[in-house]
């Protein structure tokens, strides 16, 4: 069973900077591709990025040039790197794995992200 843990969110001034962590309980390259959504309070949940197992990347227009996924397969983790970050970046933010495009998504339990002076 993939089990996945984000961690790194937090509160955040306007213009600052945070990266989040998803560390994943197996090996990381089994289970591509993976990504990360977010969930702003009543709105749908929105795709942020995702990458495969090459390394290709897909940005959300709006995160374009602030948000940079990247992963460690050394340590089996997922990173989504935010910098630039406004209010409307306020979410709780989690990471997903979708094992070889199974359609069988796994996700990790979320974290809160706060954008606000």
């Known amino acids: 069973q993939v089990q996945l843990v984000e961690s790194g969110g937090g509160l955040v001034q306007p213009g600052g900077s945070l990266i989040l962590s998803c560390a994943a309980n197996?090996?990381?390259?089994?289970?591509?591709?993976m990504g990360w959504y977010r969930q702003a309070p009543g709105q749908h949940p929105e795709l942020v990025a995702t990458i495969n197992i090459t390394g290709a990347t897909y940005y959300a227009d709006s995160m374009k040039g602030r948000f940079t996924i990247s992963s460690d397969h050394g340590k089996n983790t997922l990173y989504l790197g935010m910098s630039a970050l406004q209010p409307e970046d306020t979410a709780v933010y989690y990471c997903?794995?979708?094992?070889?495009?199974?359609?069988?998504?796994?996700w990790g339990q979320g974290t809160q992200v706060t954008v606000s002076s």
């Open positions: 197996g090996n990381i390259a089994s289970i591509f591709p």
């Open positions: 997903y794995a979708d094992p070889r495009n199974s359609l069988r998504l796994f």
